[in-house]
Structure formats: C-alpha cells, structure tokens
Nanobody, 125 residues
Framework: QLQASGGGLVQVEGSWRLSCTTS???????MGWFRQAPGKEREFVAA????????YYSDSVKGRFTISRASTKNTVSLQMNSLKPEDTAVYYC?????????????????????WGQGTQVTVSS
C-alpha cells in the first residue's frame, strides 16, 4: 500500500514537495509519480530505480522536478520547483517491479502494479 502526502496550494514559480511511503517492503520495486489534470489523461511524471541510481522524467517536468528515494528504499519524494499552472493535477505515487519490461517502458502506467490514492496539487497565479 502506498501513502502519499504533501498536496496543497502553491503559487506560480513556487516550490512544493510530495512524499510517498510504502507500508510493506519495497525490495525490487521501482517507484514514481503520475499525475492527472482535470479533463486530461493520466501522465507519467518521474520514476526512480530501487537502488536510486537512475531517475527518469517526462519532458514537461525535466529540469524542474527532482525525484529521490530514502536510504530505507520505502519512501520516495518529488521536489517540484518553478511550478506552473499546468502542473495543477492529482499526483499519484506508484510502484512496480523493476523488471526488464519496466526498463523498456518506464513511462507506461501498466508497468506499475501499485497506486496510491492521489494527492491534489494546485498551482495558483
């Protein structure tokens, strides 16, 4: 089970941080974030390998967002900087087996078997 926290209201160009913790073991699991804005499809945001040695980002957040993972491996954070109104969305924490299949399609939602409940981030001007 994934528990995300940190949603809220933030101003344009501001910064915000989301966190997510697994209730069970995260051994062998890649973790990441997706988001869904009103009227839009769910989209990949960022992912990180179990060892935290590799990170992946969508083009829309690259250079602004940073995903990290605690040494205990069961907590992942998303640091969001230079926020834009288009970053407004429900953010979902995800986890999936770090397999060969996952490595070939990191951005695919079907690669993640575990989804958190979602947390709202609203960027206001």
């Amino acid at each position: 089970q994934l528990q995300a926290s940190g949603g809220g209201l933030v101003q344009v160009e501001g910064s915000w941080r989301l966190s997510c913790t697994t209730s069970g073991s995260a051994d062998g699991l890649a973790m990441g974030w997706f988001r869904q804005a009103p009227g839009k499809e769910r989209e990949f945001v960022a992912a990180i390998t179990w060892s935290a040695t590799s990170t992946y980002y969508s083009d829309s957040v690259k250079g602004r967002f940073t995903i990290s993972r605690a040494s205990t491996k069961n907590t992942v954070s998303l640091q969001m900087n230079s926020l834009k109104p288009e970053d407004t969305a429900v953010y979902y924490c995800v986890a999936g087996r770090q397999s060969y299949s996952w490595s070939r399609n990191v951005q695919g939602p079907t690669q993640y078997a575990y989804w958190g409940q979602g947390t709202q981030v609203t960027v206001s001007s």
